[in-house]
């Protein structure tokens, strides 16, 4: 049962134009919503987040956008650099509810900015 | 800045053999989690540890795996007896129980290699 999916296993996008990372959600409990970011042979890091009382968040070149409707999430890099060519994970969880703050992960998506 | 630390960064072992996974999480976290990735597959869910015991488990954690926080800084996972198919990255992350925000620390991962 995939809760989270990232439809898309890859993206390629030129050097200063946006990137749009899509992930889809089946769980309606799902109330928090985290992007990571992970370089080969490195753990994730986190990128962004966003609470289901919003429907965007930004930060710098990074802006998560939230549909709870479509149950869809976005991500959006601008302008996108090569430092950005990472693979990109969308994570959901139902905090209000999990006493334990697990993480559902999408299976990434690989963003390659070419220079 | 904080970072969870895991060891060895790689393990080869042998089917039937048993391995310890290695974690330190960051010192005032409060939840701490594994995580696997099969090769070209998602980051999966395995258990996540509260209060110095289980909070919650997935299915692939099976009565092979098991949890310790012995002494109040390493967090390891042990596999008593090896399968092919354990052959994955191992990410340990750990959490501060405030949800909001930055979510998982998790460390750089520990390649599982069972022949």
């Known amino acids: 049962d995939q809760q989270v999916k990232q439809n898309s296993p890859s993206l390629s996008v030129q050097e200063g134009r946006i990137s749009i990372l899509n992930c889809d959600y089946t769980n309606s409990m799902f109330d928090y919503f985290l992007w990571y970011k992970k370089y080969p042979a490195e753990g994730p890091t986190f990128l962004i987040s966003i609470s289901s009382i919003k429907d965007k968040n930004e930060d710098g070149r990074f802006t998560v956008f939230l549909n709870k409707s479509a149950k869809h999430l976005s991500l959006h890099i601008v302008p996108s650099q090569p430092g950005d060519s990472a693979v990109y994970f969308c994570?959901?969880?139902?905090?209000?509810?999990?006493?334990?703050?697990?993480?559902?992960f999408g299976t990434g998506t690989r963003l390659k900015v070419l220079a | 800045e904080p970072e969870v630390t895991q060891t060895p960064s790689h393990q080869v072992t042998q089917m039937g053999q048993e391995v310890i996974l290695r974690c330190v999480p960051i010192?005032?976290?409060?939840?701490f989690y594994w995580y696997r990735q099969i090769l070209g597959q998602k980051v999966e869910f395995l258990v996540s540890?509260?209060?110095?015991?289980?909070?919650?488990k997935s299915e692939i954690f099976d009565d092979q795996f098991s949890v310790e926080r012995p002494d109040g800084s390493n967090f390891t996972l042990k596999i008593r007896s090896t399968k092919l198919e354990d052959s994955a990255m191992y990410f340990c992350a750990s959490l501060s129980g405030t949800p909001v925000g930055d979510g998982y620390t998790f460390g750089s991962g520990t390649r599982l290699t069972v022949v």
């Open positions: 540890f509260y209060n110095n015991e289980i909070s919650e």
């Open positions: 010192s005032n976290h409060l939840y």
């Open positions: 994570a959901a969880s139902d905090l209000s509810t999990s006493g334990t703050y697990k993480y559902i």
